[in-house]
């Protein structure tokens, strides 16, 4: 089982803000993702990383950036914070093998005020 | 177009009985699929996973049958406890120039009554 840590667990801010979403993994995984889900949603995938120096749009549009200087971390940047940007903030991380699965962090609650 | 499809939002079970979760998808690409269970404001945990090559795989309480033909897999937990009460997603891969990217159902919050 990966571990895998998110930083801020909760995080209420106020409009314009800029936000950084921290991620980091002690496992080793190649790859990297951040998925975005509200309530009894399904999880949207925003961003996601093959490894070092690569970073790569999701399905679901967003405002957000992300970079991948290290393995094991990845965070997620909002320039301006928005109350749309208001949702949960999901971390996930997988090895390159041939199936793939994702572990999660255990996400960070956005609210913006 | 939802690829993975989780019909019931919801289930309501008595402890010691069995839970079925129920997941379609329409995607014949897809090779491998995958349970999680989350807890509200905490991130999914990895269940239990299938490969397109077998039509079931057990874990402790946990099985999960796939009908290709059907396009359809399913989730049995048995006894259910009231620990287990969370909502459950199905997630599925197909290996492509990507990678093995995952794509997840709604969800079905699971509900088991003491």
Same mark, same amino acid.
């Given at each position: 089982?990966?571990?895998i ?18 991620c980091?993994q002690?496992? &080793?995984h190649d790859k990297m993702y951040w998925?975005?889900?509200?309530? &009894?949603?399904?999880? /949207?995938?925003?961003h996601y990383s093959y490894g070092?120096?690569?970073t ?10 992300v970079?991948r200087?290290?393995t094991e971390h990845f ?9 749309? /940007? ?5 971390c996930a991380s997988s ?7 994702q ?11 | ?7 019931? @939002? ?11 979760? =129920?997941?379609? %998808? ?5 090779? %491998? ?6 807890? @509200?404001?905490?991130?999914?945990? !990895? ?9 079931? =795989?057990?874990?402790?309480? !946990? ?31 197909? !290996?492509?120039?990507?990678? =093995? ?14």
């Open positions: 089982e990966a571990d840590y998110q930083t801020p667990r909760y995080l209420v801010i106020g409009t314009g803000k800029k936000i950084t979403l921290e980091s002690t496992m &080793g998925y975005q889900q509200d309530p &009894g949603m399904e999880l /949207h995938l925003i070092v120096n690569s790569e749009k999701g399905d679901l549009s967003s405002e957000s950036t970079s200087i290290r965070p997620l940047t909002l320039e301006s914070a928005r109350p749309s /940007h208001t949702s949960q903030y999901l090895d390159s093998g041939a199936t793939d699965t572990y999660f962090g255990p996400g960070t609650r956005l609210t913006v005020l | 177009d939802q690829q993975v499809k989780q019909n019931s @939002p919801s289930l309501s079970v008595q402890e010691g009985r069995i839970s079925i979760l =129920n997941c379609d %998808y329409t995607n014949s690409m897809f090779d %491998y699929f995958l349970w999680y269970k989350k807890y @509200p404001a905490e991130g999914p945990t !990895f269940l239990i996973s299938i490969s397109s090559i077998k039509d079931k =795989n057990e874990d402790g309480r !946990f099985t999960v049958f796939l009908n290709k033909s059907a396009k359809h897999l399913s989730l049995h937990i048995v006894p259910s406890q009231p620990g287990d009460s969370a909502v459950y997603f199905c997630a599925a891969s197909a !290996f492509d120039n990507a990678g =093995n990217m995952l794509t997840f159902g709604g969800g079905t919050r699971l509900m088991v009554k003491p």
